[in-house]
Every structure is written in C-alpha cells, then in structure tokens.
C-alpha cells in the first residue's frame, strides 16, 4: 500500500510540475517566437524604407548651381578618404553644365587593398550622393591604384 500511494505522490507532482512549469514555459516560447518573427519583418521593412531614403537624399544632394555642385561633388569625394592610409591622393571635379548630370569629378590613390575597398565602399553608398560611372584596382609602380570616375546628380532628377 505504501509504494502505491508513493506512485500516486510521484504521479500527482509530475503532473503538477507539467502543468505549473511545463505549458507555461511552452506558451512563452511560442509567443516569443511570434514576437521575433514580428520583429524581423518590421526590421526588414525598415531596412527597405531607409534604402530607398537614401536613394532619394543621393539624387538631391547636388545643388543647382554649376560651381556649388562641383563644390558638393570635391567635398564628397573627399570625405570617401577622410581617415584612411592614402598616399597620391588626386580629386578633380567640374560642372557638367548640362543634362541631368550636375558634376562630374575623379578621384585616385595608392594604398593598402583594404584602405582602397573601404574608399570604393564609401562611394558606393547611396548616401554618398555620388553615382559611380567607373572604378578600377591596379597595381601599380607605388602598390595599388584606385582610380574612381563619379557624377552627381541635379535636384530636380
């Protein structure tokens, strides 16, 4: 009689310990789950919203006059070296004068693979505000040589 009440003793507290931790440990893991799955959607949809603000921010950045966009175009380029190991560094910007290009500017360098990537990588960034129309490693006699060829676009584009 003793071991059949201890059965039901050890019956009755397993079936307290499933109903008082088991479920609902298992109904907070599903509603955490719905709650991440939530959460990553939003987080996507946010990721698509702010690309395409910045693709926006990119084609406004120049502005109407010819010399203040060669101007914006200069600093922008600029700003793709600012903090990084570059030796040789040429930047050249003009007006375009016409069409829906603003300026047009050019800008090289010598350094480290990583260095380059990083300027290249910093360009290619919509926020930027600089299309590039060509971009080229190369080794040369001073180690590698990037050479980036960049246009901004007019407000109104």
Known sequence: MTRLRLGLLLLLAAA???VG????????RDEARTEFA???AERERL???????ERR?????APDDDAAAARALRLALLEATRGLAL??????????RQ???AARGRLGGTGSQAELLRVAGRLAEPASGVLLERLELALGPHGIRLEADAVSLRGGS
């Open 16 to 18: 307290l310990v499933h």
């Open 21 to 28: 931790l088991t479920l609902p440990a298992r109904q907070a």
């Open 38 to 40: 939530w959460q990553r």
């Open 47 to 53: 990721r698509a919203e702010l690309a395409r603000l």
């Open 57 to 61: 921010a990119a084609r406004s950045v």
């Open 87 to 96: 030796g040789e560094v040429q930047l050249a910007s003009q007006p375009a």
């Open 99 to 101: 069409g829906s290009v």
